[in-house]
T-cell receptor, first 111, second 109 residues
Framework: DAGVTQSPTHLIKTRGQHVTLRCSPISGHKSVSWYQQVLGQGPQFIFQYYEKEERGRGNFPDRFSARQFPNYSSELNVNALLLGDSALYLC??????????FGPGTRLTVL | QKEVEQNSGPLSVPEGAIASLNCTYSDRGSQSFFWYRQYSGKSPELIMFIYSNGDKEDGRFTAQLNKASQYVSLLIRDSQPSDSATYLCAVYPARQLTFGSGTQLTVLP
């Protein structure tokens, strides 16, 4: 079975721009979570979606938003990009509230 | 106090030795505990999970959980150079997987 896929792999944006990151979960998984990982730190939780409903939100500003589609894929949107948003953005899928499997990530650089 | 704490390392062990990685957590309501391995420039890979007090073994890996002490550990037996990576401890208190900062392990040939 294919693992979690994310696109794009890398992205370069300038401050103030908007970005959309995409994620497709493992087949059969209905939950998608998003994380931000900066260098030297563990991933930080941004959102969790299950069956298209938001189930959890981390301590991130309203510039961050997400949604989940009927096929369980998901998008993470970040508006008004700041330099500090430069990070590896990780998507993880799970069946429900259990083991989460990560995709390869999208590396975002904000100039 | 951080919710999940790990020694950042680096931890160096010789090839063939046992590597011991430790993690403490603050939320007593936590029910699920995970260890991820992350190679440089890659995403985290799930290697172990444990839900009950005691030990859980999978190949060369053993996870140990002590809920009373709020402590979870990972032992890697017969360490190999390919085990050199950052090991992330993660705790699932309430639908929000919370990670430590990771311990960098180097296995010396």
């Amino acid at each position: 079975d294919a693992g979690v896929t994310q696109s794009p792999t890398h992205l370069i944006k300038t401050r103030g721009q908007h970005v959309t990151l995409r994620c497709s979960p493992i087949s059969g998984h209905k939950s998608v979570s998003w994380y931000q990982q900066v260098l030297g730190q563990g991933p930080q939780f941004i959102f969790q979606y299950y069956e298209k409903e938001e189930r959890g939100r981390g301590n991130f500003p309203d510039r961050f938003s997400a949604r989940q589609f009927p096929n369980y894929s998901s998008e993470l949107n970040v508006n008004a990009l700041l330099l500090g948003d430069s990070a590896l953005y990780l998507c993880a899928s799970s069946r429900a509230d259990n083991e989460q499997f990560f995709g390869p990530g999208t590396r975002l650089t904000v100039l | 106090q951080k919710e999940v704490e790990q020694n950042s390392g680096p931890l160096s062990v010789p090839e063939g030795a046992i590597a011991s990685l430790n993690c403490t957590y603050s939320d007593r309501g936590s029910q699920s505990f995970f260890w991820y391995r992350q190679y440089s420039g890659k995403s985290p890979e799930l290697i172990m999970f444990i839900y009950s007090n005691g030990d859980k073994e999978d190949g060369r890996f053993t996870a140990q959980l002590n809920k009373a002490s709020q402590y979870v550990s990972l032992l890697i037996r017969d360490s190999q150079p390919s085990d050199s990576a950052t090991y992330l401890c993660a705790v699932y208190p309430a639908r929000q997987l919370t990670f430590g900062s990771g311990t960098q392990l180097t296995v010396l040939p």
